[in-house]
């Protein structure tokens, strides 16, 4: 693992796509978050080492005795074929609602392994609040989250936001991806009760789990619709092509008034 | 329909606040009154906080939010209860909580479900007695042990493979 470090060690960071999320420039460019917990992959995904050059103070300059420090930056590969969010990212989103400090709903959290690069983003100073329901990828979500102190891992059904009322606050962006039919009304009763006035939703819709008979097309039309009813205005709509097939990426911004 | 008190649940205790100005169902959604509810000034005028109880540890904590959860109310939530609220009439709606025997069927207006939105919005400036970062200190300790409980008395624990 460490050889694989060695090995890109020489890519660059140079872009930010959004706060907290960059473009390593090497033989193909790569999707990559600062790990949260440097020296430490999550799910055995590539990590890279970049070294920052000490930043040039005036207090540095004139006080010659202490050489300048180079850090290194840890980054960890983010891989469009496994999360829809990064998908979602590299199709061109303009607007994910999740920047440093930015505390997140996350539904459908699986085993987490999207979670960590969500930790990454908001970092040490925001939290995820990471609801699955699932009772075995939840140990693992768990586990991931003892590394993590921004990650609250709630092993819950997200139908029911009531049962896990005293674990969350109110967040900037809900992210959800839960593959169920009734998906919008999830999103819309998390909302209600947890989202700020103007904040983000990120919904990621596998049209074969909403209704496997109707044209995906029509089925992403009438899921913005049921957005829309649940007082979330739709901005930008995307299909997760190439990475994911009849998969569309809705975001949208919660309205209460109005 | 209108709200007398308020029942905050939160990761560090609950809180019951007495409501001392509300909007009106007709007006509710108006961009006036919602903004209201998100600035602290404003809101601090409308809710007073009548009595904090902490959790005393984190296996109170614990037992309580598997309660809240399942729609239990507590002896200590009780307690809580009905020495923070007058005797007479029990009629007062507490929010956000279905109750079991006293109280009446928790309201669930959306006037309700604003005032308990701006409640957990400014949980932390409301409650005198806290520091900022305990409530998400204490959620992510509750977090884990709801969690971890949760995973442990599973029922349908099907991933233990007996080699």
Redesign the interface.
């Known amino acids: 693992e460490r050889e694989a470090v060695a090995e890109v060690l020489a890519q660059r960071v140079d872009r930010e796509l959004h706060p907290g999320v960059f473009v390593a420039r090497g033989k193909e460019d790569l999707l990559v978050t600062k790990n949260l917990t440097p020296g430490e992959a999550v799910y055995g995904e590539k990590r890279i080492s970049i070294d920052t050059p000490a930043p040039v103070s005036g207090d540095a300059a004139t006080n010659g005795d202490s050489a300048p420090m180079a850090t290194k930056t840890e980054y960890r590969v983010w891989n469009p074929f496994r999360s829809k969010l990064a998908a979602g990212i590299l199709g061109g989103l303009e607007d994910i609602h999740m920047k440093p400090g930015s505390k997140v709903l996350y539904l459908g959290a699986a085993s987490g392994t999207s979670v960590s690069h969500v930790a990454d983003i908001v970092g040490p100073t925001g939290t995820v609040f990471a609801v699955e329901f699932s009772h075995r990828s939840g140990r693992d979500l768990i586990n991931m989250a003892t590394h993590r102190t921004n990650v609250i891992p709630i092993i819950e059904d997200a139908r029911h936001p009531l049962k896990y009322r005293m674990l969350v606050s109110m967040v900037d962006c809900i992210f959800a991806d839960v593959a169920q039919p009734d998906q919008a009304r999830i999103v819309g009763l998390n909302a209600h009760q947890f989202l700020k006035v103007g904040g983000g939703v990120v919904v990621s819709i596998k049209a074969n789990c909403i209704d496997s008979t109707a044209p995906p097309e029509q089925v992403f039309a009438r899921e913005v619709g049921k957005l829309r009813e649940e007082r979330i205005k739709p901005k930008e709509q995307l299909t997760l092509e190439p990475f994911e097939r009849d998969h569309a990426m809705v975001v949208g911004v919660y309205q209460r008034s109005g | 329909m209108s709200v007398d008190y308020l029942l905050h649940?939160?990761?560090v205790g609950y809180a019951v606040f007495s409501v001392r100005m509300q909007a009106d169902t007709v007006g509710a959604?108006?961009?006036e009154?919602?903004?209201a509810?998100?600035d602290l000034a404003r809101f601090g005028k409308m809710v007073q906080l009548v009595s904090f109880a902490p959790f005393q540890g984190a296996s109170q904590a614990l037992e309580?939010?598997n309660d809240?959860?399942?729609g239990i109310m507590s002896d200590y939530l009780q307690t809580v209860l009905e020495s923070n609220l007058p005797k007479a009439g029990k009629k007062e709606k507490k929010e956000?909580h279905p109750g079991r025997i006293e109280c009446e069927t928790g309201e669930t207006s959306e006037l309700a479900?604003?005032l308990l939105?701006g409640l957990?919005?400014h949980?932390e400036k409301l409650l005198k007695s806290l520091q900022t970062g305990d409530?998400?200190r204490a959620?992510?300790g509750?977090?884990?042990a709801?969690?971890?409980s949760?995973?442990k008395f599973?029922v349908?624990?099907?991933?233990n493979h007996i080699i």
């Open positions: 649940e939160s990761s959604r108006l961009k009154v919602q903004e509810h998100t309580n939010a809240v959860s399942e956000g479900g604003d939105r957990r919005l949980a409530v998400s959620q992510l509750l977090g884990h709801y969690s971890r949760k995973v599973s349908q624990k099907n991933d």
